[in-house]
């Protein structure tokens, strides 16, 4: 999930939080990320605090690829691909906005962790752990990236087999669920729509002040240097968030009458999209 917060979902995205996609540890567009898409809420009803259901979301993307063999750490899906020796030291890594150094550490023949650090602060960390079957990877990520972690869990069935004396890790995995669990940082962002002014702030400390039609502003607190654009389309408000002036990820907000904001998070980076609901907190 940009670093509000879905993309948690996101990010995630929210989703994949911390996984090959997360920040800190390579990809976390979900956790700060659900903050971000939901910021993107300009309607005349945003006014408020409002919490992702996790119950509603659906996720639609690629299968995430991992390889850990004979001490070398790979995955070739993450955005952007990371190769580095699993030896739990720190390793210097590019392109990432919210990790330069990362590091990979096997636990044992089924667990392996992984840790991403900035300017020499832990930003996110990652624990795969792969049921005794081998078919089921679940992700428990913790991140910290904001000025309060989220932390939560989300799992992958195998749909490719481990090479020969490779890591358990190892293999093709597809989400097919949502997040077993996100912490309620990653998952509520509060709106103040003042004139043709959104105000965003989310508890894990990100905020922008964003002229509806107007130009990118960037996202306060995210470490990562996103920025954020909104515009109108319909009942919908559109938030564009970019990187170094690239398109990252695409969130489509739509006031219900029902009472609900129903979301389409495209991460444009990793090819995924998360559909979801929020509900009204107050």
Known sequence: ??????????????????????????????????????????????????????????????????LLKAGQFSCPTCTPPLAIPADGAMHAVTGRPYADHISVKVDDDHNVTRTGQKAGKTTGTAKYSVSADGNTLTVSF???????????????????????????????????????????????????????????????????????????????????????????????????DKRNGKVVSVTTMTPGSDGKLHVVNEDKLGGSTAKFDMNKQS
Request: some cysteine.
């Open 1 to 66: 999930m940009h670093k509000t917060a879905i993309a948690a979902l996101a990010a995630a995205s929210l989703i994949a939080l911390a996984g090959c996609k997360q920040a800190g540890t390579g990809g976390n567009e979900a956790a700060n990320g659900s903050a971000n898409a939901v910021a993107a809420t300009g309607a005349a009803s945003i006014d408020g605090t409002w919490k992702t259901d996790l119950s509603t979301m659906t996720v639609d993307a690629k299968p995430d690829q991992l």
């Open 142 to 240: 913790d991140d910290e990236s904001g000025t309060k972690p989220v932390t939560g869990s989300y799992t992958e069935n195998r749909v490719g087999a481990a090479p020969a004396g490779a890591h358990a890790i190892s293999g093709s995995w597809k989400q097919t669920k949502p997040p077993t669990s996100v912490s309620d940082e990653g998952l509520t962002a509060t709106f103040k729509l003042d004139g043709n002014v959104l105000h965003m702030t989310a508890p894990t400390g990100q905020s922008y002040d964003a002229t509806i039609g107007g130009p990118d502003v960037p996202i306060k607190g995210d470490i990562g240097g996103t920025t954020a654009a909104v515009t109108k389309n319909g009942d919908s408000l559109v938030e564009t």
